[in-house]
């Protein structure tokens, strides 16, 4: 969607938001303790299969970073989006 139609702000801010939730969902609960961060706050999606939960635990910067570019540039397309920048 995005290469597609780069200037649609809600492609890149929902491609961004599924890539932050990506990221947290790898992190484990030391994870959070070396962050220094408590609870947070996301959107509701399914959990993965007990399966393969084991497989595809840890940090991933990439991703994170990944996240970060793509809500930076919806903001860019059109700045003011509260669901992207709260504050």
């Known amino acids: ?4 139609f ?5 492609a890149h801010a929902n491609l961004g938001y599924a ?3 990506n990221y947290i969902e790898l992190l484990e609960p030391d994870d959070f303790k070396d ?7 996301t959107g509701c999606y399914y ?13 991933d910067l990439e991703l994170w970073w990944e996240a970060i570019g793509e809500l930076k540039l ?3 397309i059109k700045d003011a989006q509260p ?5």
């Open 1 to 4: 969607m995005t290469e597609q």
């Open 6 to 10: 780069p200037g649609c702000y809600e």
């Open 19 to 21: 890539k932050l939730m």
């Open 35 to 41: 962050l220094n961060i408590g609870q947070i706050v």
């Open 47 to 59: 959990n993965n299969s007990n399966s393969i939960n084991s497989m595809i635990r840890g940090s």
């Open 74 to 76: 919806s903001l860019q």
């Open 83 to 87: 669901l992207v920048n709260p504050i």
